[in-house]
């Protein structure tokens, strides 16, 4: 960050409110800063909490660093690095990411270590300035609040102790972080609203860093551009992510000494290893959502796992409405005491009723009218007390609602929200709503769910209507349907042959992209993709190298199949393209398919942990690497070997140190600095080097 930013702000239009005493806006800001940290300080780690453990995690001891990525619609070629390199130095962002990807545990994080002073070297711009973490779901039908509400909005209890202008004063001094969590949990008619707000802070208040997020197709590309947003997305958890979440886990679970204490590092042995080899529990495990779910699981059916992505839900219900209590010998303390199945159906009622108000959020007063108005029809439910005190039972003791903010409540994850809703839906037969919304990018989840948890004749019922033409649609939601009739068919898990061949030939002239951001756009329809893409063989080289493009954006090795129809391919875009996707795949597979049959020539072969490195070594080494993932000279030393191979080397990544090490490399003519690395020290004679 700038620190030069930092300089009051003294335009007409913002000029601080000098009456109020620096004495008393310091002391302000310090319990704020404290209260704040010990707010958000927290994590949600899923299952721990089924037997003698608390029901969350400090952030400080369970925060799995993320990384980010250029945005998709980018041509940006950067590896992913680690948020806080990412956020250096960028103002203004907006990060998209898919539901669990940790989006809002990354600005939960910032917030803390903002408010704490323990932000990392990288991130020290933003030192000293007061961070304001504002949930979209918290405002999304009265827009963005005005700064003398932010801490209402932020949920902080002592708002109303500010002292009159203080947010505005923040503002105005360019002190201000300002955190917007979930552009997607806007209504699609109030996010251009959102974006003029954006706008006019950015002219008010230059000082501010203000960082956005959203899912990923809920805004387009270039949405925050014109305002001076950088866009970039959250990585998907690598292999060595996904390992070292699944340890930190089955730590955090034995500081608490649990019964099956003895019984921990075999489950975490065997989770490791189920995740490496199972293409499944690999396709699920790629954030921090769903490792935490796939964690406990394995945990709570010792050793058992469910495939896909129902069954996976089915079981984390299961999980958290029977086993929760019954783990820890809980008695009923509040005069109610519900089965699974109950539970289930009240907690879809006011998941559906957030679908179809298109909300994130319930207030009190409406989750206990909506509850009343259902009861009767759930007389198990009805007989042991009234729509509050059921109400009450749900928020405490299920395990899947929570209270935000005194008065409102949601689901612990917006993921459960959209597959409990998915349950209401179908139980319905309401195909009909799913149909007129399925063009709006928040029901996409909730379609996906919907068909997998369908019968085989509603299953048709949906695919055919997504297929059909919908009254008052634009030609690209036209064509948005039409490819998430395409992502659903992995889900189904009976379907008529006719209807899986109407969608394929429906959708098989699509998936022929025309431009790059075209082609990576095609990735999020999944595996099935592969089977509707044209014979690599057929294709030009500007053709392939956009097919290339759509198959390593699926990161299941099924695309490897695919990739090896284009490996032998001379064009160095299409070579880049296939060396850049390694870190996706099972590592020795892709080196043996891929990486060994990729001419060498002009090619910057990327390594990013240490068992790539060694691979590559086996395969001989190779003259130019790009060093995308955390290394010690010494590592890079020992594994690149013959070190008289080595010509030109590309670093992607802050090792932190000097360069003097490069030495050991005797031929070595080139040394290329990622654009976002510092500039170096103690190159040796004769290494050009070339800052990007």
Known sequence: ?????????????????????????????????HSTATTHNHLTIFGIDLAHSPDSWPLDAAYLGLECEPDPGTQDDEPPTPAEQALADRPRILIRGVAGSGKTTLLQWLTVATARDELPEALAGLRGRVPFLLPVRRFARDGIPDPAAFLAAAGYRDAAAQPPGWAERILGEGRALLLIDGIDEAPEEAREEVRERLRDWTTRYPGTVCIVTSRPSAVPHDWLTGEGFAELSLAPMSREDVAAF???????????????????GEYEHTLLTAVRITRDLGRLATNPLMCGLLCALHRDRRGYLPNGRKELYDAALSMLLERRDRERAMVATDGVELTRQPKIQLLQKLAHWMLINGRSEIDRETAIATLAAHLPAIPVAARQGGPEEVFRHLLNRTGLLREPTPGTVDFVHRTFQDYLSARATIQRHDFA????????????????????????????TLLDGLLAPHAGIKAAEARHRKLLAAA???HA????????????RFTRDMVRPSTPSAARALGWIGPIVLEMLPDPATASDEE?????????????????????????RAHHDIRAQLAGAWRHYDTARYAREIIAHLEPAELYFPVADPEELHTLRRLGGRPHLRIAGYFTPEQLIEAIVPAE???????????GVSMEWLSAFPKLDTLQIGRRIPPVTGVPDGIRVVQL
């Open 1 to 33: 960050m700038d620190p030069t930013n930092t300089a009051p702000n003294t335009t007409a239009d913002s000029t601080p409110d000098a009456t109020p005493s620096t004495t008393t806006d310091t002391a302000f800001e310090a319990r704020y800063a």
């Open 246 to 264: 699944i340890q930190r886990w089955h730590r955090a679970a034995a500081q608490q000494s649990p019964a099956d204490l003895h019984r921990l």
């Open 433 to 460: 709503l799913l149909l007129e919304h399925a063009h709006h990018d928040d029901w996409e989840d909730v379609i996906r769910m919907a068909v997998a948890l369908a019968r085989p004749d509603e299953c048709a």
């Open 488 to 490: 659903c068919l992995e």
């Open 493 to 504: 898990t009976e379907l008529d042959p006719d209807v899986r061949a109407r969608v394929q």
């Open 544 to 568: 392939a190298y956009l097919l290339a493009i759509t198959a390593t954006s699926i990161a299941d090795d099924m695309a490897i199949d695919y990739l090896t129809g284009l490996r032998d």
């Open 645 to 655: 191979e080595l010509t030109r080397l590309w670093l992607a990544y802050d090792l």
